[in-house]
């Protein structure tokens, strides 16, 4: 089994900024596996002015908890500057857990799989190029199957570095 995070930025220089998140977990007991490449994607909401973001997916192995781990992330979004608040404001740092392990938690604190990251291209396509054989842990389907499921609207507008 692996564990996976994906990341996400709009401000300062977001691929430096995730070289320098993935040097800071490793520091905190996160080994990083495997790195995706960069995509980019439009902003969201369209039309916000905001500059697109910077995307990729790790694949990484801790002996922290789902929970243990997440804090972490969420710690190491702070240190770079994330300022939790406003929905779908730019940002200098977004750390997601997307898979624990095939686990699936859903509590008021967590919730693996990470809810919303089978809807979104600029989670699945860096997702594929570093776990090409990953399953969704609930519904075991192919991540194949899933990006065929997205709209070409959300598709289109993405492209890898």
Not at 58 to 75: E, N, P, V, Y
Request: charged share 20%.
């Amino acid at each position: 089994m692996s564990i996976y995070i994906a990341l996400g930025a709009n401000l300062s220089n977001p691929a430096q900024t995730f070289r320098r998140a993935m040097a800071e977990l490793e520091g905190r007991g996160v080994k990083v596996l495997s790195l995706s490449g960069l995509w980019q994607s439009p902003a969201w909401p369209a039309g916000s002015g905001q500059p697109d973001y910077i995307n990729a997916c790790a694949r990484i192995k801790t002996r922290l908890s789902a929970r243990g781990l997440l804090a972490i992330l969420h710690d190491v979004e702070a240190q770079f500057g994330r300022a939790r608040g406003a929905l779908n404001a730019a940002r200098t740092l977004d750390l997601d857990l997307l898979d624990y392990n095939g686990e699936n938690i859903d509590a008021a604190d967590i919730t693996i799989p990470h809810p919303r990251m089978l809807d979104r291209a600029f989670v699945l396509f860096p997702l594929q190029e570093i776990a090409p054989q990953w399953r969704d842990p609930i519904e075991s389907r192919s991540i194949e199957d899933w990006l065929a499921r997205l709209p070409l609207r959300d598709v289109a507008p993405l492209t890898k570095l």
